[in-house]
Nanobody, 119 residues
Framework: QVQLVESGGGLVQAGGSLRLSCAAS????????MAWFRQAPGKERERVAA????????YYADSVKGRFTISRDNAKNTVYLQMNSLKPEDTAVYYC????????????WGQGTQVTVSS
């Protein structure tokens, strides 16, 4: 089992920045890919960004390319999502997830952190 805890969400004005963190505990010795998903009210969950265990492979949704950066520090069992140039449409609950591959099914999920971008 892997436990994931997100932090760093909050309220920010459009054009601002936030950095989300996801701390992993439990079976962190396995080489999991990590991802950030988001879900806005009335919308389907969307995979925003993902990163492989080594960090050599990353994925970004078209809607966040050039604005968001995913990174990880395996020594700290933590993955980050740096979000710049935030837009009101980025408002959502952001979830951290872990799985065997960047493009695969994600097995472990955090509880989520709210990000609200005001116009």
């Amino acid at each position: 089992q892997v436990q994931l805890v997100e932090s760093g969400g909050g309220l920010v004005q459009a054009g601002g920045s936030l950095r989300l963190s996801c701390a992993a505990s439990g079976r962190t010795g396995s080489s999991y890919a990590m991802a950030w998903f988001r879900q806005a009210p009335g919308k389907e969950r969307e995979r925003v960004a993902a990163i492989s265990w080594t960090g050599g492979t990353t994925y970004y949704a078209d809607s966040v390319k050039g604005r968001f950066t995913i990174s990880r520090d395996n020594a700290k069992n933590t993955v980050y999502l740096q979000m710049n140039s935030l837009k009101p449409e980025d408002t959502a609950v952001y979830y951290c997830a872990a799985g065997p591959r960047v493009t695969g099914t994600y097995v472990y999920w955090g509880q989520g952190t709210q990000v609200t971008v005001s116009s």
